[in-house]
């Protein structure tokens, strides 16, 4: 009667070495693909020049302290295909628009941005409606609106607003 003797299978330092680098080769091709992917898809970059942006913010903040004290409210609709946009002033009335623009711009991707010029309804005349209106569907999901409505004033009544669109439809 023979008996078989099997010796178990020896853990070695090679074997410990094709594990570490077999570990480290995962974790570099992960960061490299990562850092690769996110370099394609976002440059960074928020303004042109700190510097003058810094200088630019009291300006900016007058014009939206002055903005606010008109009372005004927009109204912007989002549906069947179409933007709407319409300003009211403090006491619900509509203020005549002698045009407005609005920005779509993707929070992370600014490849998706979009610009598109409202012409005033057909409904009636701006002046007597205040709604412009453009043929228009973005893409699902967040999106931040920049809206500005010329009224005649210095400078354009701006409104800034994040919002989530779903099924070509404003939430």
Request: aromatic share 8%; glycine share 8%; net charge positive.
């Amino acid at each position: 009667m023979s008996t078989d003797t099997h010796k178990p299978r020896e853990f070695t330092g090679r074997h410990m070495l094709i594990v570490i680098v077999s570990f480290f080769a995962v974790v570099i091709g992960v960061n490299v693909t990562m850092a690769t992917l996110a370099r394609k898809s976002w440059t960074g970059l928020v303004v042109e020049n700190t510097y003058v942006a810094s200088q630019q913010f009291n300006e900016e903040a007058r014009k939206g302290r002055a903005q606010a004290a008109l009372g005004w409210k927009g109204k912007l609709t989002i549906a069947s295909g179409e933007v709407r946009y319409s300003v009211a002033d403090a006491e619900g009335k509509p203020v005549p628009l002698h045009g407005v623009r609005v920005l779509f711009r993707h929070p992370a991707y600014e490849a998706e941005d979009k610009a598109v010029t409202l012409a005033a309804s057909s409904s009636g005349s701006p002046a007597n409606t205040g709604e412009f209106i453009a043929r228009h569907t973005p893409k699902d999901g967040v999106w931040i609106v920049e809206i500005d409505a010329d009224a005649g004033l210095t400078s354009p009544f701006r409104d800034v607003r994040r919002v989530i669109i779903s099924n070509g439809a404003l939430q």
